[in-house]
């Protein structure tokens, strides 16, 4: 079964760091871009990050540019999000998505879905 | 201030047909392909159409999508009350990028 598990989720105070680990499972991860999509409580999703198969191309979110790494471990099927300094508006539900697109991006979307770890920064 | 534009809500009677608009610009939608995303209450999203008309296995082909030039819509005909969630319409942005979604649209099933 194709599956994404998040974890590393947590209460943080402002100004301080979480590291969030996506476990994949059923597929070739090595052979797939991946993201990382949040949902503030009561609000909309937001696209947060991508990586490439092989790490080469990097996206973010201006909203995080310069405080989030994404980053992957093709040998351990695992991707990653660094956040540092943090805010308040960055808690939400952070959910890991698989992604199928061209070399161009001219097609782009996000298949399989993890069920999401819950972020939560405030003093 | 979502980049691509969705009406808040939409509803419908059971048996009735409802259409959701997305609107975005030459950037995203006018270069790149349209997604759409069902999100029931409480649950991840989940793919409901890729690249603007194709639907995933196992999605009832009473869902379909359209695209014409920076625009694109969602329709769902035959509605059933399952069918009541959140919709989001999502796609690649040339100049942001990244990838960008609409506000979200809540479809309730009268």
């Known amino acids: 079964e194709v599956q994404l598990v998040e974890s590393g989720g947590g209460l943080v105070k402002p100004g301080g760091s979480l590291r969030l680990s996506c476990a994949a499972s059923g597929f070739t991860f090595s052979s797939y871009s991946m993201n990382w999509v949040r949902q503030a409580p009561g609000k909309g999703l937001e696209w947060v990050s991508s990586i490439s198969s092989s790490s080469s191309y990097i996206y973010y979110a201006d909203s995080v540019k310069g405080r989030f790494t994404i980053s992957r471990d093709n040998a351990k099927n695992s991707l990653y999000l660094q956040m540092n300094s943090l805010r308040a508006e960055d808690t939400a539900v952070y959910y890991c998505a698989r992604a199928v697109a061209a070399v161009d991006n001219y097609y782009y979307y996000m298949d399989v879905w993890g069920k999401g770890t819950t972020v939560t920064v405030s003093s | 201030q979502s980049v691509l534009t969705q009406p808040p809500s939409a509803s419908g009677t059971p048996g009735q047909r409802v259409t959701i608009s997305c609107s975005g610009s030459?950037?995203?939608?006018?270069?790149?392909?349209v997604n759409w995303y069902q999100q029931l209450p409480g649950t991840a999203p989940k793919l409901l159409i890729y690249s603007n008309n194709q639907r995933p296995s196992g999605v009832p082909d009473r869902f379909s999508g359209s695209k014409s030039g920076t625009s694109a819509s969602l329709a769902i005909s035959g509605l059933q009350s399952e069918d009541e969630a959140d919709y989001y319409c999502?796609?690649?942005?040339?100049?942001?990028?990244?990838?960008?979604f609409g506000g979200g649209t809540k479809l309730t099933v009268l």
């Open positions: 999502a796609a690649w942005d040339d100049s942001l990028n990244g990838g960008v």
């Open positions: 030459s950037s995203n939608i006018g270069s790149n392909t």
